[in-house]
Structure formats: structure tokens, C-alpha cells
């Protein structure tokens, strides 16, 4: 993990408060969106504080009901990019899912977040599906 940061397993309304930081997501969602969504399923909700201010959110839930968990929505404030801090929520995540027997991530991202694309290939990830959009 990047230094002085700090993962918490914490409520979707901690998650909420960094999302509005996040600039690529134009569209807020709502906490009645986001527990509609997860709803009766496994869930992992997360917020990485450096230096004892948020600074980055992710939600897992058990999407497919087999052993792939879905890393959902995840983002870092810009303030704080570039210091490991989704790297260390992503490792955080997968231990957690690890634990529970799940044995694949799968994350949804869009062409214009570079930085997650980035990541996503450093890590070995596989591209199985893109969808154009207008």
C-alpha cells in the first residue's frame, strides 16, 4: 500500500462524500441508487483516507452469483492521484473477495478514464468487451 493511506470498510454515505470530488462522474448517484443496486447481495463498500482526508471510494458486490466479484464504481479525488491510493483499495478489495472465495475481478470502465485503462492492462487484465458509445 501507498504511504499514510488508509483503507476503511465504511457505509455507501462516507463513499458518497468522495464521489462528489470525482470529476469523470458527471452524473451523481444517489445512496437510494447505489443500495438498490447491491441490494441483497455481498458487498464491500471502501474509502482510502491519506493523511486523514478521503481521498478515493470503491464499491464490490457479488453482481453474478458465482466466483467473480464486480468492482463496480470506484474513483480517486484528483487531489490525490498518483499516489497509489486505488492500487491500494484494489489490493484491499481483492484480499476481501480472496477471503470470501471469489476467485475473478471484473471492472466496467469507460475509453476516456486513461488512468484506469492504464491500470487495468499494467495489471493484467483482459479487454473481453468494448461498447461504443455516441
Do not use: H
Not at 482526508?53 to 466466483?67: E, I, L, M, P, R
Amino acid at each position: 500500500m501507498a504511504d499514510n493511506v488508509k483503507i476503511k470498510e465504511t457505509g455507501i454515505e462516507e463513499a458518497l462524500e468522495v464521489q462528489e470530488e470525482i470529476v469523470e462522474f458527471s452524473e451523481k448517484k444517489s445512496k437510494e441508487y447505489f443500495e438498490k443496486r447491491y441490494a441483497e447481495k455481498e458487498k464491500l463498500i471502501i474509502v482510502a483516507d491519506i493523511d486523514g482526508q478521503s481521498a478515493g471510494y470503491s464499491v464490490w458486490y457479488d453482481k453474478f452469483g458465482s466466483d467473480t466479484i464486480y468492482l463496480w464504481m470506484a474513483g480517486v479525488d484528483p487531489k490525490y492521484r498518483r499516489r497509489g491510493i486505488f492500487k491500494s483499495m484494489f489490493s484491499y478489495g481483492s484480499e476481501w473477495a480472496k477471503s470470501r472465495g471469489y476467485k475473478k475481478v471484473r471492472i466496467k470502465t469507460r475509453n476516456n478514464c486513461r488512468e484506469m485503462l492504464a491500470f487495468l492492462v499494467a495489471n493484467g487484465f483482459n479487454l473481453i468487451n468494448v461498447i461504443s458509445y455516441p
